[in-house]
C-alpha cells in the first residue's frame, strides 16, 4: 500500500509534469517504486523520452527499463503499435531474455488472443514454475473472460506456494464476495487479518462479510470487528459506526433482551451514534436529520 507521504510526493511530480515543469523521469521512476498504476501518463511522458534521442541516451542502462515501462503502459492504453515498437527494441538487445517473453505474451492477451497468451505463459512456467507476474496475469486474463472458477482455482493454487501475498488473498476475497460466497470470503479476510491485524480496511471488509452473513454470532462477531476498525482508525471510521448501530439492532431481534452481554453493550451503540452525529456536524451539517430519523428507526435514539 501507497503510504500518505509517497502519495502527495507522486501527487506533486505528476501535477508538475503535466505543467511542464517537472522532471519526467524522476516521475516515471517513482511510479515504478510504488507499483502504480498510472499508465495514460506513464505512456505520454515515457514516450516523450524515447522519442527524444538526447533524453532516451542520457539515461545508460535505464534506457531499457523504460522501454519496457512503456510497453506496459501502451498496452493498457490500447496503443498497440506502440507497444509492440517497444518489445521489438527489447528483444532486439535482449536476445534470450525471458522476461521479453512474458511481454510478448502480454502482448497477445492485450490482443484479445487468449489461446495463444495461454499457451505462451504455460511455457515460460514451465522454465520458472515461481514467476509470481506470469501466475497473475494468467488470473487477470481469466477474470477479463468472465472465467471465475478458473481465476479461483489459479489464486488458490498460488497461493498454496507464495501464502504471504496479501494483495492475492485480498483479490481472492473480492472475486468471494461478487460471486456471494460469504464464507470463503470470510477465510481470505481472516488470513489477512493474522498477517497483518493492525490494517482496518481488513477488519472492517471482514465485519461487513459477518453481517452479511448473518445469524446471533455472526452479528456479535461483526460488532467486534465493527470495533477494532474504530480504534485502529482513531473513530473516524464511518462506514464502522454504521455496522455497530446496525449489528446492535440485529442482536437486540435476535435476543430479544435476554442476553446480558448485549445489554451491557449498549455503551458502545450510544458511543457509536454520538460519533456518528459529530462527523456529520463537521462535514454534512445538512444531512443530520436524515441520520437523526435513521437512527431513530435502529431505536438507538428515543
Known sequence: MVGAAEEAQLARLENQVDNGGGDAWEYLSLVRKLKVRRSDKVFKHGLSILNDHKQRSGLGGEEWTLYEQVAVAAMDCQCLDVAKDCIKALRKQFPESKRIGRLEAMFLEAKGLWADAEKAYSSLLEDNPLDQVIHKRRVAMAKDQGNFSVAIER???????????????????????????????????????????????????????????????????????????????????????????????????????????????????????????????????????LLAATLRNLKLQP
Not at 442476553?259 to 451539517?285: P, V
Request: net charge neutral; glycine share 6%.
Open 155 to 289: 489464486l488458490n493454487k498460488y497461493l498454496e506456494i507464495f501464502m504471504a501475498d496479501q494483495d492475492a488473498w485480498r483479490e481472492l476475497a473480492e472475486i468471494y464476495v461478487s460471486l456471494q460466497l460469504y464464507k470463503q470470503a470470510a477465510f481470505c479476510y481472516e488470513e489477512l487479518i493474522l498477517s497483518q491485524p493492525t490494517v482496518p480496511l481488513y477488519h472492517l471488509a471482514y465485519a461487513d462479510v459477518l453481517y452479511t452473513l448473518g445469524g446471533l454470532e455472526n452479528y456479535q462477531l461483526a460488532k467486534k470487528y465493527y470495533a477494532s476498525t474504530i480504534d485502529l482508525t482513531g473513530g473516524k471510521n464511518t462506514r464502522a459506526l454504521y455496522g455497530i448501530c446496525l449489528c446492535s439492532i440485529a442482536i437486540g431481534q435476535l435476543t430479544k433482551g435476554r442476553n446480558k452481554e448485549d445489554k451491557d453493550s449498549f455503551e458502545l451503540q450510544s458511543l457509536a451514534s454520538t460519533a456518528l452525529e459529530k462527523e456529520y456536524k463537521k462535514r454534512a451539517s445538512d444531512k443530520l436529520p
